[in-house]
């Protein structure tokens, strides 16, 4: 069903506007009668975070802005679906046009800058499936006109707290202007202070809710240096690596849309994000887990990520040019990889090529 759907759709959605198209997927997935994928091989079962993923490979925050559809994510065979990202009111965005496909590089730049519902819309989604099954994330993010954007977050932190797997503090966005500078180790230092006191406040009522931050790939190493130092120092859980890029490979083909501003996501990213994860990996020393993201678009690339230092991967572009398939293709290949390396668990491919990557030159 899938996959006849996938080979129907994909040329159709193709054909659109991409924030149309992007839409009108989302509405499928409301009404279509999904069966829920066959149970994943137990040696793809993750843990992580103290949560307990099926398998590794989850859907990154953008594609379900707004928490209209993650059960339906889930059926389809994702581990674990991060909604959001979520601001605390609601607001339009940037004014379209504002997402932007690179057909000849399998890549796109979006800069949406957070629209979303809001907090009392996304709180209300996800407060009636609250019971059911799967991991849901939230994506936390500050609103673009906050006079406070950390209490922004602590404010989220405390709505979603009950109905939250766990939390993504989104301090990486390119979209809303100068949000990226939280990155910078005084303002994360507070901010990150701020909101694992507004965890533990929340925590008798909803439990212990992982804490993770996503950083950009275009952070200098002294600058990830100061990054990871924060993080540890906070005991965050964990860190996704990364969000979409402000660089322009010299590499592009489709010249004239690569001129958009906005962040860069997809293929191009690939080298970039999973170089910047392996030194991720080697800051972190194992004081928490990574999530990789950043142009995984098939098998091989997922594995690389998970080399490179990923216990979980993240895809959103790879699916709008290899569609619902895409993630099959992966498990599969995961699944093949570890009876090829006679390994009985994932956990065992971590990092492995990571000090190695390290050391090679930088990706142009």
């Keep these: 069903m899938i996959g006849f759907f996938d080979r129907l759709s994909r040329p159709l959605l193709r054909a659109l506007d991409p924030e149309d ?36 490979v989850g859907i990154a925050a953008g594609f379900d802005k707004n928490a209209e559809v993650p059960d339906a994510l889930l059926r389809l065979g994702f581990g674990f679906v991060e909604v959001g990202t979520v601001t605390p009111r609601p607001q339009p965005g940037n004014p379209r046009p504002r997402l932007f496909r690179l057909e000849a590089d399998q890549g796109v730049i979006n800069r949406f800058g957070f629209n979303s519902d809001g907090a009392p819309s996304v709180l209300a989604r996800l407060s009636a499936r609250a019971r059911r099954q799967g991991i849901v994330g939230v994506n936390i993010g500050a609103n673009k006109d906050s006079a406070d954007r950390a209490e922004d977050y602590v404010r989220l932190i405390e709505t979603f707290a009950p109905v939250a797997s766990y939390f993504t503090v989104n301090v990486s966005s390119p979209n809303t202007p100068g949000l990226r500078d939280l990155q910078q180790a005084r303002a994360l230092d507070d901010l990150l202070a701020r909101v694992v006191d507004a965890r533990e406040r929340v925590r008798p009522r909803s439990g212990l809710k992982p804490l993770l931050v996503k950083v950009a790939p275009d952070l200098t190493l002294s600058e990830l240096d100061d990054t990871v130092g924060v993080a540890r120092k906070h005991r965050v859980d964990g860190m996704i690596v990364g969000n979409t890029t402000i660089a322009r490979p010299a590499s592009l083909r489709a010249r004239a849309k690569a001129a958009e501003a906005g962040g860069l996501s997809g293929r191009p990213l690939f080298k970039l994000s999973t170089r910047m994860l392996a030194e991720t990996f080697v800051r972190a020393e194992g004081a928490f887990p990574l999530i990789g993201s950043g142009g995984i678009d098939s098998g091989p690339t997922a594995i690389a990520k998970i080399r490179a230092g990923a216990t979980l991967v993240q895809l959103y572009t790879g699916l709008v040019y290899r569609g619902v398939s895409l993630l099959g293709e992966i498990k599969t290949d995961l699944a093949a990889a570890l009876k090829r390396g006679h390994r009985d668990s994932l956990a065992s491919m971590v990092g492995v090529d990571a000090a190695e990557m390290t050391a090679e030159s930088w990706p142009g």
């Design 21 to 56: 198209a992007h839409a009108l997927a989302i509405k499928a997935l409301k009404v279509m009668p999904l069966r829920k994928a066959p149970a994943d091989p137990a040696a793809l079962a993750v843990r992580a975070f103290g949560l307990d993923f099926p398998n590794p």
